[in-house]
């Protein structure tokens, strides 16, 4: 199977896009501009990694995916809904952001607590808010954790514990800032595994070009506040020329040719 | 951004004021409000004389007036305080537009507000003009505890990371739906900063126990080296204190001979 024929379109490939962005420029308060123009068109259940050096813009980028930050120009579009003023409430439910730190996420006594606070802002209680919780905690593999507090867990358990926190608002579109960022080969493998069984438009922020490669079948190389390059994975990985010119590198050893044969391609 | 100058209040520049050793500035500045301080709420010309002394050090410093009207702002909340006594402080009453406000209460209204606002310039012409870590070598000179030193140190290291952390808290409470209006919202910001607490602490045993492996013993090492003051700016520093105290004590000797 080849890579670059995965998946693109989903399961439903009518309707509008899941995420469209069309000519988006932001400059922080102080003067200091971020993003130049950015055109990106997600398509439902796509896997979508974001690549790109440090300062090139990804993190302001997504949060421009659930209305945080305002666009100064040009428009985002989730599932047809523009993201802005009245429908605010209902983007931050169809876009689940999960951030780097698991930390600034996870702020309440308990990880069961925490996961019902995102569904308790859009006014589910009782029985339901309970079967949300239990059933996000499960789909991270965290089931029977809802009593525990968080800062007893371990980096990857409060990472998909994270996860689960905006599961638990049954998002259409799941964002993620380096998710792999400091966590040990198993808990790299755990979260994968999580993310692979999610059947949601997933877009992923990443340095971990392996990691990219594994989860998601199509790339975009943000630098410099536009998109640089969009393709499969595999090419952008494979292209040695794109890559130095963005300040990407590959781990030492790593060439995603041989792991593209010898796993039959990219992992589902 | 409203808390970056509470963090940051240096205002690079080449004055006097600037070039004047922390602890000349601590002294005269700590002084000077002793003199506002004492000076008695009844002779009105002491504070306008105050007023002049410190607006004259600003134009030394070279601070612009927006910026030290805007820190000046700090002190709304007594204000507000210093708003009520007119109405509640029993005493005789003036008429004042029709309404009956007690004297004594606009007196003591006065002496907080002038107090307050006087008090306030002289700290902020000291924060303006002395980076945060020369006012810690200032005190360490005067030989404040070390404790207490290396305490404010930390908090000028520390703080700025916990509002940066505060601020990402918020923007993940609102990536997921919370919009803190109600009355309810009120817990989840306890929450919040209850777990901001706890991580702080985590985050001072890490940065302690990384101390100790670099062979900290319970005291910190001194500053180094820096000049020490001319005589001239301690003459200017003493000087600006006697110059407080002559008008405190003016103010006083009328205000006695008036009774």
Partial sequence: MSPGSARSGGPAGTGPPAVEIDGLAFAYPDGRQVLFGVDLAIARGERVAVLGPNGAGKTTLMLHLNGILTAGAGSIRVEGLPVAGPQLREIRRRVGLVFQDPDDQLFMPTVGQDVAFGPANLGVRGPELADRVAGALSAVGLAGYADRAPHHLSLGERRRAAVATVLAMQPDVLVLDEPSANLDPAGRRELAEVLGSLDLTLVMVTHDLPYALQLCPRSVILDQGVIAADGSTASLLSDETLMSAHRLELPFGFNPRHVLTDSGGVMP | ?259
């Fill in chain 2, 1 to 259: 951004m409203g808390g970056v100058h509470v963090l940051d209040p240096y205002q690079p520049g080449h004055s006097v004021l600037h070039a004047m050793p922390a602890q000349c500035k601590i002294v005269a500045a700590f002084g000077y409000v002793i003199c506002v301080v004492v000076t008695p709420v009844t002779a009105g010309w002491a504070f306008g004389a105050h007023l002049l002394v410190l607006v004259t050090l600003c134009a030394v410093a070279r601070l612009r007036a927006l910026l030290v009207i805007r820190r000046l702002a700090l002190e709304l909340p007594f204000l507000a305080f210093a708003a009520a006594l007119p109405f509640v402080v029993p005493g005789p009453r003036v008429e004042v537009l029709g309404a009956g406000l007690s004297r004594p209460g606009l007196e003591q209204a006065f002496g907080l507000l002038a107090r307050a606002t006087l008090g306030l310039m002289t700290v902020i012409v000291l924060a303006a003009t002395t980076p945060a870590r020369d006012l810690l070598v200032g005190l360490e000179r005067l030989r404040l505890p070390p404790v207490i030193i290396a305490v404010a140190s930390f908090m000028i290291r520390y703080a700025g990371l916990v509002v940066d952390q505060m601020q990402r808290m918020a923007v993940a409470r609102r990536s997921r739906g919370h919009e803190p209006r109600s009355l309810r919202a009120t817990g989840v910001l306890a929450a919040s900063l209850g777990t901001l607490f706890i991580r702080s602490y985590e985050r001072g045993e890490r940065v302690h126990l990384a101390m100790l492996a670099r062979g900290y013993s319970g005291t910190l090492p001194g500053a180094l080296p820096t000049a020490a003051p001319r005589p001239v700016q301690w003459t200017l520093a003493g000087g600006l204190v006697v110059l407080g105290a002559a008008v405190a004590v003016t103010a006083r000797g009328t205000g006695l001979s008036a009774l």
